[in-house]
Nanobody, 119 residues
């Protein structure tokens, strides 16, 4: 089992920045990838960015390309999401999740952290 804890959310003005952290514990070696997802009120959850644990290959949703950067610190078992040039439409609860194998569902989730971007 993998236990995930997000932190770093908050209230920021449009154009500002935040850095989210996802600290993993437990069987982290069994994790193939970590993903950041978000869910805004009344909307479906969407993937924001993912990073593979070993190769470091990353993925970004088109809506955040060029503004968000995902990174990992293997020594700390932590994945970060640096968010710059934030927009009001980035407002959502952000979750990190662990994927055990390529193509598998994300089966371990954190509790989420609120990001609110004011205009």
């Amino acid at each position: 089992q993998v236990h995930l804890v997000e932190s770093g959310g908050g209230l920021v003005q449009a154009g500002g920045s935040l850095r989210l952290s996802c600290a993993a514990s437990g069987r982290t070696a069994s994790s193939y990838a970590i993903g950041w997802f978000r869910q805004a009120p009344g909307k479906e959850r969407e993937v924001v960015s993912t990073v593979r644990r070993v190769s470091g290959i990353t993925y970004y949703a088109d809506s955040v390309k060029g503004r968000f950067t995902i990174s990992r610190d293997s020594a700390k078992n932590t994945v970060y999401l640096e968010m710059n040039s934030l927009k009001p439409e980035d407002t959502a609860v952000y979750y990190c999740a662990s994927q055990s194998n390529y193509g598998a569902k994300y089966d371990y989730w954190g509790q989420g952290t609120q990001v609110t971007v004011s205009s």
